[in-house]
Nanobody
Framework: QVQLVESGGGLVQAGGSLRLSCAAS????????MGWFRQAPGKEREFVAA???????YYADSVKGRFTISRDNAKNTVFLQMNSLKPEDTAVYYC?????????????????WGQGTQVTVSS
């Protein structure tokens, strides 16, 4: 049974920073691609960032240069450092895990999902 548990969400002012964490259990973490997605009210879930075991990364254009994804394979944890936050970054952020067929922004390629953590950026 795979479990992904996110933490680190909260309320922050525009221009501020937050660091999200996602702890994985139940699978060989290192062989999977880890991703972050987000969903704002009334909108579809959208890709944010992904990282392979090797450390190679892929970002959505909307967060490139502001967000950084990283992983600690020894601790089965993936992180999302979010800087220069904007009100439009407000959403529920989800951690996801998928078999490593390459970096992808397609949510259907991810097999396991966390419960989500709320990020709210005030203007």
């Amino acid at each position: 049974q795979v479990q992904l548990v996110e933490s680190g969400g909260g309320l922050v002012q525009a221009g501020g920073s937050l660091r999200l964490s996602c702890a994985a259990s139940g699978r060989t973490f290192s062989t999977y691609v880890m991703g972050w997605f987000r969903q704002a009210p009334g909108k579809e879930r959208e890709f944010v960032a992904a990282i392979r075991w090797s450390g190679s990364t892929y970002y959505a254009d909307s967060v490139k240069g502001r967000f950084t994804i990283s992983r600690d394979n020894a601790k089965n944890t993936v992180f999302l450092q979010m800087n220069s936050l904007k009100p439009e970054d407000t959403a529920v952020y989800y951690c996801a895990m998928g078999r490593d067929y390459g970096l992808t922004d397609n949510p259907r390629r991810y097999d396991y999902w966390g419960q989500g953590t709320q990020v709210t950026v005030s203007s």
